[in-house]
């Protein structure tokens, strides 16, 4: 097994710090909105967004512990920082280029910087970063669509129940309103234009092409890796 080198521990740290400092003041200042605000208040623990950045945010602090105190990190961690890495991945993506063109202006404030671009991409950097030390069989791939399967089950409970995830909306995001006109398998002319069924798919097939996409990139980096220590010995 590879071991991290300084400069790759250096910035495993630094990255991991961003994570957790953006996510942990990105939760608070959602907090602040108000219940009002898309993602304000208290509500703001419902959506798959702060779940996902709490739960990268833990993955990163508990990983600054393992790496200063030079413990050894299991093959089970690795799978588990993939998979937290994807979702924040999904939560950057569907953010940037399915949900900030329907809330204009207003997505861009520094919650959402910080919640939707800063932590995902810091996160997905510091997974290349540490990526080398030990190769993820692509098999655990698709134990990737295992949070989101579970918020969709989640809002869907939501949304029998009649939680209010906004003033008088029971759903979170558009693609899980189950009583849109498109419903579960309809298509509409007009937002969400298919039903919740199919943006379920959607973003599990694409969950599973940038889990096995991420480990692609970082085989390659773990090769050339070791084409450089075979140089240098």
């Known amino acids: 097994m590879n071991s991290l080198s300084s400069v790759q521990k250096t910035a495993s740290l630094v990255l991991k710090t961003i994570v957790t400092l953006s996510a942990v003041v990105g939760t608070f200042l959602s ?21 996902s ?12 512990g393992l790496l200063l105190k030079n413990a050894g990190i299991g093959k089970a961690w690795y ?15 569907v953010f940037c280029f399915v949900l900030a063109p329907t809330l204009g202006a207003d ?12 932590v995902p991409i810091a996160a997905v950097a510091d997974f290349f970063v540490t990526s080398t030390v030990l190769k993820i069989e692509k098999v655990n791939v698709f134990f990737v669509t295992i949070p989101p399967l579970l918020y969709a ?3 869907g409970i939501g949304y029998v129940k009649g939680w209010q995830f906004g003033e008088g909306v029971t759903y979170p ?6 009583g849109s006109e498109a419903g579960a398998f309809g298509f509409s002319k007009e937002l969400p234009f298919m039903g919740c069924v199919w943006w379920i798919l959607i973003l599990l ?8 996409g991420y480990l692609a990139i970082a085989d390659g980096i773990g090769r050339r890796r070791q084409k450089t220590n075979n140089r240098v010995r």
Do not use: E
């Open 31 to 51: 907090y602040l909105a108000g219940q009002r605000a898309f993602m304000g208040g208290s509500r703001v623990f419902m959506y798959f967004t702060i779940q």
């Open 53 to 64: 950045n709490i739960a990268i945010a833990i993955i990163c602090a508990i990983g600054c």
């Open 79 to 93: 799978i588990i920082k993939f998979v937290g890495t994807v979702s924040i991945t999904l939560t950057g993506v």
């Open 107 to 118: 997505a861009w404030n520094i919650q959402n910087t910080l919640t939707h671009v800063v």
């Open 153 to 155: 089950i989640y809002a």
């Open 173 to 178: 995001y558009f693609f899980l309103n189950w």
């Open 205 to 212: 097939l694409f969950l599973i092409l940038v889990g096995f």
